[in-house]
């Protein structure tokens, strides 16, 4: 069993600034991947980023390229999302998930086993 806990959302303007963070505990181990994703009201769950928990490689969604940071803090045992520059289009709730790491479909919502409850941005213009 692996436990997810995200934190640091909250109500921001355009261009600021906010760091997400993902708490993980449990069962955790090298072959897992977390992985962060944003809902929108009335859209469907969206990927954003991943994370390989061993090797630390990294992959992002082309929407975010550029403004998001995906990292792994070994000491707090948390995968943080920095997000500059805001945009109102960020406003969604961001989840982590995480799997033990299958070879394809790590984009995919659907792939992912274990999640947390969610974290609100919410972006004004």
């Known amino acids: 069993q692996v436990q997810l806990v995200e934190s640091g959302g909250g109500l921001v303007q355009a261009g600021d600034s906010l760091k997400l963070s993902c708490k993980v505990s449990g069962r955790i181990f090298s072959g897992y991947t977390v992985a962060w994703f944003r809902q929108a009201p009335g859209k469907e769950r969206q990927f954003v980023s991943r994370i390989g928990w061993s090797v630390g490689t990294t992959v992002y969604a082309e929407s975010v390229q550029g403004r998001f940071t995906i990292s792994k803090d070994n000491a707090k045992n948390t995968v943080n999302l920095q997000i500059n520059s805001l945009k109102p289009e960020d406003t969604a709730v961001y989840y982590c998930?995480?799997?033990?790491?299958?070879?394809?479909?790590?984009?995919?919502?659907?792939?992912?086993?274990?999640w947390g409850q969610g974290t609100q941005v919410t972006v004004s213009s």
């Open positions: 998930a995480a799997v033990i790491s299958p070879p394809y479909g790590l984009e995919s919502p659907s792939t992912y086993v274990y």
